[in-house]
């Protein structure tokens, strides 16, 4: 069984530098062969879950986050999230995470990657607006023949 990591500091918000950082790995990134991958989307109760699982062996960049969430990771994970040494992750852990985020993630081993946060909206498009401004990006919108959608309503 899978041993239970609650982490006890949070993934900040990054400055302007390290984003940079980010940024420039992406364009790096985009002339690479992609690989696909499914999101799951949960929207009940007044919150969004967004769930994907990134194959061992990839790096992916994730899209600059506006609004505080918790991730959940299970996995083996190097995750970049400022100007110190990569955060690396490995079983399964609940983190708070700051708004303000560009992460990249290099997984080590199938990694599944939960991003949680509260919303009002009824739709997948429009919670994507609330958490992003950098919706062009996200490989839900990308690959929408890979979404996995549940909304409940409540």
Excluded at 33 to 45: A, K, N, R, Y
Excluded at 86 to 111: C, I, W
Excluded at 126 to 150: C, K, M, P, Y
């Amino acid at each position: 069984m899978t041993e239970l990591i609650v982490a006890h500091t949070a993934i900040p918000a990054m400055g302007p530098a390290a984003v940079s950082k980010v940024r420039a790995l992406e364009a790096i990134a985009r002339k690479l062969p992609q690989v696909p991958l499914e999101t799951h989307h949960i929207l009940h109760g007044g919150l969004y879950a967004r769930t994907i699982r990134i194959p061992a062996g990839v790096t992916i960049t994730g899209a600059l986050i506006k609004v505080a969430t918790v991730l959940i990771v299970r996995g083996d994970v190097l995750i970049y999230v400022g100007d110190e040494e990569p955060l690396r992750l490995e079983g399964y852990n609940v983190l708070p995470a700051s708004a303000g985020r560009k992460q990249a993630f290099a997984t080590l081993a199938d990694t599944h990657i939960t991003m949680i946060c509260s919303t009002e909206v009824r739709t997948v498009e429009d919670v994507e607006r609330e958490f992003t401004d950098e919706t062009e990006i996200l490989g839900s919108r990308s690959h929408a023949d890979r979404n996995h959608v549940v909304i409940t309503g409540e």
